[in-house]
T-cell receptor, first 112, second 113 residues
Framework: EAQVTQNPRYLITVTGKKLTVTCSQNMNHEYMSWYRQDPGLGLRQIYYSMNVEVTDKGDVPEGYKVSRKEKRNFPLILESPSPNQTSLYFC???????????FGPGTRLTVT | AQSVTQLGSHVSVSEGALVLLRCNYSSSVPPYLFWYVQYPNQGLQLLLKYTSAATLVKGINGFEAEFKKSETSFHLTKPSAHMSDAAEYFCALSGAGSYQLTFGKGTKLSVIP
């Protein structure tokens, strides 16, 4: 089954404790992306990657890091999480022709 | 620059009534347009997409949308609402030849029995 997986689905952590949210896709897509979803603000892009070793900032990159060492994986790293990063996070990958994005199930992060 | 505006952050309809969720867009290049649905505690699922073929697009679960260039609109409709349609719906746009998606703020649909 074609899918995007994320882990963990739920995470509660404390300020300053480094964490990684994993994302993997099995559709051989070149493009992958991370979004955060907050009430009233909709979905905002954090980072995206056009291919292996190619990443770029989205609309709200501050406080986040990403890496793309393999085509299928695109982890999101919070090196020093803060409470304002409490949010629902989605990973997505995209086909090219046409460019349709497929989303993972989401990771609900709470930073206390 | 491109943008997506969804009119109405919350829409309520009675079960069996017409569902109409409005989406207007602004784009300097020919757009691809999408509707996604998000059920509670789930990710976004693609409902339908417009990619410059037929202007009337049919999607899953009985939904359809019509691309109207003159009105810069891509409204989502369903003739008869079911309780299972209660969810949040997002309209999104990408420029032809681009991966980047611009989302609207979303419309939460409630279905009243």
């Amino acid at each position: 089954e074609a899918q995007v997986t994320q882990n963990p689905r739920y995470l509660i952590t404390v300020t300053g404790k480094k964490l990684t949210v994993t994302c993997s896709q099995n559709m051989n897509h070149e493009y992958m992306s991370w979004y955060r979803q907050d009430p009233g603000l909709g979905l905002r892009q954090i980072y995206y990657s056009m291919n292996v070793e190619v990443t770029d900032k989205g609309d709200v990159p501050e406080g986040y890091k990403v890496s793309r060492k393999e085509k299928r994986n695109f982890p999101l790293i919070l090196e020093s999480p803060s409470p304002n990063q409490t949010s629902l996070y989605f990973c997505a990958s995209s086909s090219w022709d046409p460019p349709v994005q497929y989303f993972g199930p989401g990771t609900r992060l709470t930073v206390t | 620059a491109q943008s997506v505006t969804q009119l109405g952050s919350h829409v309520s309809v009675s079960e069996g009534a017409l569902v109409l969720l409005r989406c207007n867009y602004s784009s300097s290049v020919p757009p691809y347009l999408f509707w996604y649905v998000q059920y509670p505690n789930q990710g976004l699922q693609l409902l339908l997409k417009y990619t410059s073929a037929a202007t009337l697009v049919k999607g899953i679960n009985g939904f359809e949308a019509e691309f109207k260039k003159s009105e810069t609109s891509f409204h989502l409709t369903k003739p008869s609402a079911h309780m299972s349609d209660a969810a949040e719906y997002f309209c999104a746009l990408s420029g032809a030849g681009s991966y980047q998606l611009t989302f609207g703020k979303g419309t939460k649909l409630s279905v009243i029995p």
